[in-house]
């Protein structure tokens, strides 16, 4: 596939910076030079950010909650706007879905209480079965989590798209543009999240107990469903 894509990356190790550069290139089928970055830890969030890319993609955050207002907030949420009003091709996974969500009118909350950790499965809601981004998915499938923060209230316009026993609005988009957000890593597979999970041990407080950690690394399983899903966005939207 022959075009370029924009990731926004709230990170500030060098390791993760590139495995999620290369992870969001391996699950949408392209070469991780046709992945720009712009890390708003490190650098201006400007419009100039959507010149010549097909889609804009919001990545995850391990130190950083959708909840608190940062000094690139106001920039961040003006370009997910900016890029729906273009008609570009936008996808938040994790932390990217929760932030698309309040960009545009949702609510988010830190729910420690539901936090999910893991391989865990998620559901379809109707509409999700409709969706031809979700073409070929069954019902059920499974997907990596690794998240505190959740959507409470989906924007207006919103359309649920998956939901699991946990939470509501595992996945959503926006029904007047071709805005996604999937509250699992739809670009991680088992490998990847292992080292997410390593990167990261320290910000979930229930992976303390070395027992509990390495119960929860054994359980993770290749999510081949929800790994497609990247790719076939950029095929209906951005191709």
């Known amino acids: 596939m022959s075009l370029a894509v924009r990731l926004v990356q709230i990170r500030d190790r060098p ?126 499938f499974e997907a990596q989590m690794g998240h505190h923060d959740r959507v409470s209230v989906l924007p207006p316009g919103a359309v649920e798209l998956a939901q699991n026993a946990v939470a509501p609005y595992q996945a959503f988009r926006m029904a007047d543009a071709p805005v996604y957000g999937a509250q699992f890593h739809a670009e991680l597979d088992a490998s990847a999240q292992r080292g997410r999970l390593l990167a990261y041990r320290a910000h979930y407080p229930e992976t303390g107990d070395d027992a509990a950690f390495q119960t929860l690394v054994d359980g993770l399983r290749e999510t081949p469903h929800a790994d497609g899903l990247l790719g076939r966005f950029l095929t209906l939207y951005a191709a």
Request: hydrophobic share 45%; aromatic share 8%; net charge negative.
């Open 15 to 140: 390791n993760i910076l590139a495995e999620e550069r290369a992870s969001f290139a391996a699950r949408c089928g392209l070469d991780v030079a046709q992945v720009r970055t712009t890390n708003v830890l490190a650098e201006p969030v400007t419009a100039e950010a959507l010149d010549g890319v097909g889609a804009l993609f919001i990545g995850g955050a391990g130190a950083h909650s959708v909840v608190e207002t940062y000094a690139w907030t106001p920039s961040l949420v003006a370009l997910c706007r900016l890029a729906a009003s273009r008609g570009v091709p936008t996808f938040g996974a994790c932390w990217g879905h929760q932030f698309l969500a309040r960009a545009f009118g949702g609510t988010v909350v830190h729910d420690p209480e539901r936090a999910e950790m893991g391989t865990l499965a998620v559901d379809l809601t109707d509409a999700g079965r409709a969706d031809p981004l979700f073409e070929g998915v069954p019902d059920r």
